[in-house]
């Protein structure tokens, strides 16, 4: 026993030290390694940097000429997820990866568009044709929520961060676009790209949430490539267009409960009602057998001692709680304490998840303080009642950092609109706008971090936007960007 | 000259007369029987069928036999009994039937979604392992080259479980 307690802690501690040290690597961005190393510039704050050569562009007429996801003219009856499933068929992925293509085509999608050799470029043309088809349906109904309430944590969903690759497939052919100059083909096919991370969302899980959020950098990738050629459209109305926020976290949240509510169905039902009747011990016995399932950092039998050990400790607050509940003292006794045990802990997962889940939806800025409120006392709680808190602490997913990955994704298409609103300008001005209130054809977005304008500053024919971490948070790649945006002609004016 | 053929003629029926019929040692229908038997050629086809089926027969009936007794059939009837009533005045329902196991659903080499979720949140989705590169079922786990931490890790790993591993909060 101490020999494996031993080997599990070092196994966590190694996973905490990895973690740690990534959240303090500088080098990660999501898309492509174009942006310009930061290091250039020591004496500015530590920011994603990104420079664009712009075109001016006026916006086009009709003004929606080009737009980022398929239009309702364009969509047609049916389920989009069948077709999604077909593209994943095995006859054309398996030899495809085992070709190196699918490893390739990161490294291809990291170089910046000029570079990118193209002869090296292999795509799944066929899975590709399902995908366009896919994104052109009227709805996408994943059908995984009844599953996820059966199967909780247990379900297999090796589709789901499959998708990824399709982002990536779609944004490579929306990059061989570009290059040969077919900028009609490009926007046609970023919408498909688009509309898969829509799709993606309406899966009920976090995960299917975090890969909408990647393939929706992908996407945004391509873009910031597609306004700096010449001739590109003005894609200022094209963004103003997409949906905000472009991905809807609440019924991914609200998945995550029911996953969790699944693994414990009596037990909640024995929380809405105080005459139910007591539970059989061999009932729970077989939920901490699904509780072990999902997470095998520990074995049965030494779960089951934590648990007993807890339940017991936890017993006295648990049955105050479930007294305060209306629960009668002859029905408590009736239960046996591990149920008593995790009725409470159950309450206090859903207390603890709801703080946090009660703040999505409310613009960053605004739920950025609630949100770390509520983080800050699940941890005092988890000290307090270490041992009421176990169902807490064992499944309650960083639901702050998914919130703060949405964000991310609606702050760069916020940019990207500014950047749109700024070749607008040019194109009405002959030069780039020097201060923010130069911009006067079009609203300007404001930072969907901060909820405040962009920083815009002008000097020597270049023009900085730059977006601030979030109150409190230090500079980094991660938590601020900067655009250094020239005009191609060269016009320091 | 005529009479004297006659008379030959006379004599030799009266010799002919004289001779006493014989009994004939020739059976017409055996030479029947055997001209019909040598115009088929020999096969011992139906004879070695015969006898191979004879013998088979033979061995099944003896295993008929022979063989042991049938082992009695044992069926196990699974009655859930109703939890233990408590001393107190409230009644316990009966034992609900407890839910399937959850590892019914999956192999130990499958990732559930927990497993998923888990290293989505730690290091990012782009480091998911990726099923269609699994040739032998079992899932790929590549090092992960950067974690993501902005995109929902859970930085306090040790926290979480250390209430279960160490017995501290």
């Given at each position: 026993?101490?020999?494996r307690?031993?080997?599990?802690?070092?196994?966590?501690?190694?996973l905490?030290?990895?973690?740690t040290?990534?959240?303090?690597?500088p080098?990660?961005?999501?898309g492509k390694?174009?942006p310009?190393?930061?290091?250039e510039?020591?004496k500015?704050?530590?920011?994603r940097?990104?420079?664009?050569?712009?075109?001016?562009?006026?916006?086009?007429?009709?003004?929606l000429e080009?737009?980022?996801?398929p239009?309702?003219?364009?969509?047609?009856p049916?389920?989009?997820?069948l077709l999604?499933?077909?593209?994943?068929n095995v006859e054309w992925?398996?030899?495809?990866?085992r070709?190196g293509?699918?490893?390739?085509?990161g490294?291809?999608?990291?170089?910046?568009l000029r570079e990118?050799?193209?002869?090296?470029?292999?795509?799944?043309?066929?899975?590709?044709?399902?995908m366009?088809?896919?994104?052109?349906?009227?709805?996408c109904d994943?059908?995984?929520?009844p599953?996820?309430?059966?199967?909780?944590y247990?379900?297999?969903?090796?589709?789901?961060h499959?998708?990824r690759?399709?982002?990536?497939?779609?944004?490579?052919?929306a990059?061989?676009?570009?290059l040969?100059g077919?900028?009609d083909?490009?926007v046609a096919h970023?919408?498909?790209?688009?509309?898969?991370?829509?799709?993606?969302?309406?899966?009920?899980?976090?995960v299917?949430?975090?890969?909408?959020?990647?393939v929706?950098?992908?996407?945004v990738?391509?873009?910031?490539?597609l306004?700096?050629?010449?001739k590109?459209?003005?894609l200022?109305?094209?963004?103003?267009?997409?949906?905000?926020p472009?991905?809807?976290l609440?019924?991914?949240?609200?998945g995550?409960?029911?996953?969790?509510?699944g693994?414990?169905?009596?037990i909640?039902?024995?929380?809405?009602?105080p005459?139910?009747?007591?539970i059989a011990?061999q009932?729970?016995n077989?939920?901490l057998k699904?509780?072990?399932y999902?997470?095998?950092n520990?074995?049965?039998g030494?779960l089951?001692?934590?648990?007993?050990?807890?339940?017991a400790?936890?017993f006295?607050?648990a049955?105050?709680y479930?007294?305060?509940?209306g629960?009668?003292?002859?029905?408590i006794?009736?239960?046996?304490?591990?149920?008593?045990?995790l009725?409470?802990s159950?309450a206090?997962?859903?207390?603890?998840?709801?703080?946090?889940?009660?703040?999505?939806?409310?613009p960053?800025?605004?739920?950025?303080p609630g949100?770390?409120?509520?983080?800050?006392?699940?941890f005092?709680?988890?000290?307090e009642q270490?041992?009421?808190m176990?169902?807490p602490s064992f499944?309650?997913?960083?639901l702050?950092?998914?919130?703060?990955?949405?964000?991310?994704?609606?702050?760069?298409l916020?940019?990207?609109?500014?950047?749109?609103?700024?070749r607008?300008?040019a194109?009405?001005?002959?030069?780039?706008?020097?201060?923010?209130?130069?911009?006067?054809?079009?609203?300007?977005?404001?930072?969907p971090?901060?909820?405040?304008?962009?920083e815009?500053?002008?000097?020597?024919?270049?023009?900085?936007l730059y977006?601030?971490?979030?109150?409190?948070?230090p500079?980094?790649d991660?938590?601020?960007?900067r655009?250094?945006?020239?005009?191609?002609?060269?016009?320091?004016? | 000259?005529?009479?004297?053929r006659?008379k030959?003629?006379?004599d030799?029926e009266?010799?002919?007369?004289?001779l006493p019929p014989r009994p004939?040692?020739?059976?017409r229908?055996?030479?029947?029987f055997?001209?019909?038997?040598?115009?088929?050629r020999r096969s011992?086809?139906?004879?070695f069928?015969?006898?191979t089926?004879?013998?088979?027969?033979?061995?099944?009936?003896m295993f008929?036999?022979?063989?042991?007794?049938p082992?009695?059939?044992v069926?196990?009837?699974?009655?859930?009994v109703?939890a233990p009533?408590?001393?107190?005045?409230?009644?316990?329902?009966?034992?609900t039937?407890?839910p399937?196991?959850l590892?019914?659903?999956?192999?130990?080499?499958?990732?559930?979604?927990?497993?998923?979720?888990?290293?989505?949140?730690?290091f990012?989705?782009?480091?998911?392992?990726?099923?269609?590169?699994q040739?032998?079922?079992?899932p790929?786990?590549?090092?992960?080259r950067?974690?993501?931490?902005?995109?929902?890790?859970?930085?306090?790993?040790?926290?979480?479980?250390s209430?279960f591993?160490?017995?501290?909060?």
């Amino acid at each position: 026993m101490p020999l494996r307690h031993t080997i599990s802690g070092a196994v966590v501690t190694g996973l905490a030290i990895l973690a740690t040290a990534a959240a303090q690597s500088p080098s990660y961005t999501p898309g492509k390694s174009k942006p310009a190393p930061s290091a250039e510039a020591p004496k500015r704050p530590k920011a994603r940097v990104v420079r664009l050569t712009l075109h001016p562009a006026a916006a086009p007429t009709p003004a929606l000429e080009y737009q980022l996801l398929p239009e309702l003219r364009d969509l047609k009856p049916g389920n989009a997820a069948l077709l999604y499933q077909r593209a994943q068929n095995v006859e054309w992925w398996v030899p495809y990866v085992r070709r190196g293509h699918l490893e390739n085509m990161g490294d291809l999608l990291d170089m910046p568009l000029r570079e990118m050799p193209r002869a090296k470029v292999e795509l799944l043309w066929e899975a590709l044709r399902e995908m366009d088809l896919a994104a052109r349906r009227e709805y996408c109904d994943w059908e995984m929520t009844p599953r996820l309430r059966d199967e909780g944590y247990a379900l297999l969903v090796p589709d789901v961060h499959q998708f990824r690759n399709f982002g990536q497939m779609l944004a490579m052919r929306a990059r061989l676009d570009l290059l040969d100059g077919r900028l009609d083909d490009a926007v046609a096919h970023l919408q498909t790209g688009f509309a898969l991370s829509r799709h993606l969302n309406e899966g009920p899980t976090v995960v299917n949430a975090l890969v909408s959020m990647a393939v929706g950098h992908m996407m945004v990738d391509q873009v910031e490539d597609l306004v700096q050629l010449d001739k590109a459209p003005n894609l200022y109305w094209a963004l103003a267009d997409l949906p905000r926020p472009f991905v809807n976290l609440r019924r991914p949240l609200q998945g995550e409960k029911v996953t969790v509510a699944g693994l414990f169905p009596e037990i909640r039902a024995a929380l809405k009602d105080p005459n139910h009747p007591p539970i059989a011990v061999q009932t729970i016995n077989s939920y901490l057998k699904n509780l072990h399932y999902v997470n095998r950092n520990v074995t049965l039998g030494d779960l089951r001692l934590m648990f007993a050990m807890t339940s017991a400790r936890a017993f006295p607050s648990a049955k105050k709680y479930l007294l305060d509940k209306g629960f009668t003292v002859e029905r408590i006794a009736a239960m046996p304490v591990t149920q008593v045990s995790l009725m409470y802990s159950l309450a206090k997962f859903d207390e603890i998840y709801d703080e946090t889940y009660k703040w999505h939806n409310l613009p960053y800025w605004q739920a950025r303080p609630g949100i770390i409120k509520a983080r800050q006392q699940f941890f005092e709680q988890r000290k307090e009642q270490a041992d009421a808190m176990f169902l807490p602490s064992f499944l309650m997913p960083a639901l702050d950092n998914v919130v703060f990955g949405r964000a991310r994704l609606e702050r760069r298409l916020a940019m990207l609109q500014m950047v749109e609103a700024v070749r607008l300008q040019a194109a009405a001005d002959g030069r780039l706008p020097q201060r923010l209130e130069d911009i006067r054809d079009v609203p300007v977005p404001t930072d969907p971090i901060t909820g405040k304008a962009f920083e815009y500053t002008w000097s020597d024919g270049q023009a900085v936007l730059y977006a601030p971490p979030p109150e409190g948070e230090p500079a980094s790649d991660r938590s601020a960007v900067r655009y250094e945006l020239r005009l191609a002609n060269g016009n320091k004016n | 000259m005529p009479a004297r053929r006659e008379k030959d003629l006379s004599d030799l029926e009266k010799l002919l007369a004289a001779l006493p019929p014989r009994p004939t040692t020739l059976d017409r229908d055996h030479l029947l029987f055997r001209a019909g038997q040598a115009s088929m050629r020999r096969s011992w086809i139906w004879p070695f069928v015969a006898v191979t089926m004879s013998a088979a027969t033979g061995c099944l009936a003896m295993f008929l036999f022979l063989r042991p007794a049938p082992e009695p059939i044992v069926q196990i009837v699974q009655v859930q009994v109703p939890a233990p009533a408590p001393p107190v005045t409230p009644e316990p329902g009966p034992a609900t039937q407890p839910p399937a196991p959850l590892h019914a659903y999956g192999t130990p080499s499958a990732m559930s979604y927990w497993q998923i979720q888990q290293q989505a949140l730690l290091f990012g989705v782009e480091n998911l392992p990726s099923p269609v590169t699994q040739s032998d079922g079992e899932p790929e786990r590549r090092a992960p080259r950067t974690p993501d931490m902005s995109t929902g890790a859970r930085p306090k790993m040790v926290e979480q479980f250390s209430p279960f591993l160490f017995g501290v909060p």
